[in-house]
C-alpha cells in the first residue's frame, strides 16, 4: 500500500498482559515515530527511529515501553506488564526525515481491561 | 507537559465563513507544523513553516508565525463541511525530529 499501515487497528487486552503493536511505514521513508493519542488530546512523542537506531526514545514512560526497527523498515512497540493508564490510541508515521512532513497511520485503538 | 496550547478548544462555523485557530508553543523551533485528523484516522500534514518565515500559503490556509511570542495561526478561509476535524499545532526542534502537539481545535463547519 501507498501509505503508513498500522496492526492491530484494535486490541483489547487484560491488565499485566504484554501486547506488541506493529508499524509498516512508507517504503523509502528512513525515519519512523510512534504517538500515543488519548481521548481529546494530542499525540504525545514516545520515540523515533532514524534507520535501525532509536534516535530519541524520551517520550518512553518507563521500562515496560520497547520498541525495535530491526531492518529499517518494519517496528513494532512493545508493552509489557500492561496497566489501564497505557490505554489509548497508538500512532505511527514515518518520514523522509530532517524535519520533513510525517505521515501518519490510523493508529492501534489499545484498551486495557 | 511539554504540550503547547491551542485554541479555541473547539469553533463551530457555518460554511463560507472563514475559521482561525492559534497555537501557542515552548520550544525553540526550527519548523512548525499543522495537521489535521478526522475522527477515528491518522493526522494528515496541511502545511509547514520554518522560523524564518513570517507567512506562508497553500490554497484556501494560511499560516502565521510569530516566534517572539511562540505562538501560530492557521486560517481557513471559505470553509466547507469537509474541512469538519479536529487540526492540531506541531513544533519541531533543532536537536531532534520528533514532533510537540498541541491540545487541538476542534472545528465544526455547518452546512
Known amino acids: 500500500g501507498a501509505g503508513v499501515s498500522q496492526t492491530p487497528s484494535n486490541k483489547v487486552t487484560e491488565k499485566g498482559k504484554y501486547v506488541e503493536l506493529r508499524c509498516d511505514p512508507i517504503s523509502g521513508h528512513t525515519a519512523l515515530y510512534w504517538y500515543r493519542q488519548s481521548l481529546g488530546q494530542g499525540p504525545e512523542f514516545l520515540i523515533y527511529f532514524q534507520g535501525t537506531g532509536a534516535a530519541d526514545d524520551s517520550g518512553l514512560p518507563n521500562d515496560r515501553f520497547f520498541a525495535v526497527r530491526p531492518e529499517g523498515s518494519v517496528s513494532t512497540l512493545k508493552i509489557q506488564r500492561t496497566e489501564r493508564g497505557d490505554s489509548a490510541v497508538y500512532l505511527c508515521a514515518s518520514s523522509l526525515g530532517g524535519g520533513q512532513p510525517q505521515h501518519f497511520g490510523d493508529g492501534t485503538r489499545l484498551s486495557i481491561l | 507537559s511539554q504540550q503547547g496550547e491551542e485554541d479555541p478548544q473547539a469553533l463551530s462555523i457555518q460554511e463560507g465563513e472563514n475559521a482561525t485557530m492559534n497555537c501557542s508553543y515552548k520550544?525553540?523551533?526550527?519548523?512548525l507544523q499543522w495537521y489535521r485528523q478526522n475522527s477515528g484516522r491518522g493526522l494528515v500534514h496541511l502545511i509547514l513553516?520554518?522560523?524564518?518565515?513570517r507567512e506562508k500559503h497553500s490554497g484556501r490556509l494560511r499560516v502565521t508565525l510569530d516566534t517572539s511570542k511562540k505562538s501560530s495561526s492557521l486560517l481557513i478561509t471559505a470553509s466547507r463541511a469537509a474541512d469538519t476535524a479536529s487540526y492540531f499545532c506541531a513544533a519541531r526542534s533543532y536537536n531532534t525530529d520528533k514532533l510537540i502537539f498541541g491540545t487541538g481545535t476542534r472545528l465544526q463547519v455547518f452546512p
Open positions: 513553516i520554518r522560523s524564518n518565515e
Open positions: 520550544t525553540s523551533i526550527n519548523n
